[in-house]
């Protein structure tokens, strides 16, 4: 049974940092894609970060140049650095992981995290 466990999120206050984790466990071929989103009260789920297998990223414009995505491929981890966080980016921060189990490929979802921002 794969799966996926964030951890690090928290109360902090605006201007401050955390650093969420996601670790995958159970039995897998490999990990494509690990995504970081998050739901905002009052929003839809959004994509906060992307990092495929090899390392290339992508972010949302609300978060570039303060959220930095990373993964370490042989503990089936990925990170999210989190600075310069502002009230706005309270939410629960959910990570999303396409993982390989034989010639296929599946969709995981952790149980989210939740940051909260303070003024």
């Known amino acids: 049974q794969v799966q996926l466990v964030e951890s690090g999120g928290g109360l902090v206050q605006a201007g401050g940092s955390l650093r969420l984790t996601c670790v995958a466990s159970g039995e897998m071929t490999g990990i494509n894609n690990m995504d970081w989103y998050r739901q905002t009260p009052g929003k839809e789920r959004e994509l906060v970060a992307s990092?495929?297998?090899?390392?290339?990223?992508k972010y949302a414009d609300f978060v570039k140049g303060r959220f930095t995505i990373s993964r370490d491929n042989e503990k089936n981890t990925a990170f999210l650095q989190m600075k310069g966080l502002m009230t706005e980016d309270t939410g629960i921060y959910s990570c999303?992981?396409?993982?390989?189990?034989?010639?296929?490929?599946?969709?995981?979802w952790g149980q989210g995290t939740q940051v909260t921002v303070s003024t």
């Open positions: 990092i495929a297998r090899g390392g290339s990223t």
């Open positions: 999303n992981a396409f993982i390989e189990i034989g010639v296929y490929e599946y969709s995981y």
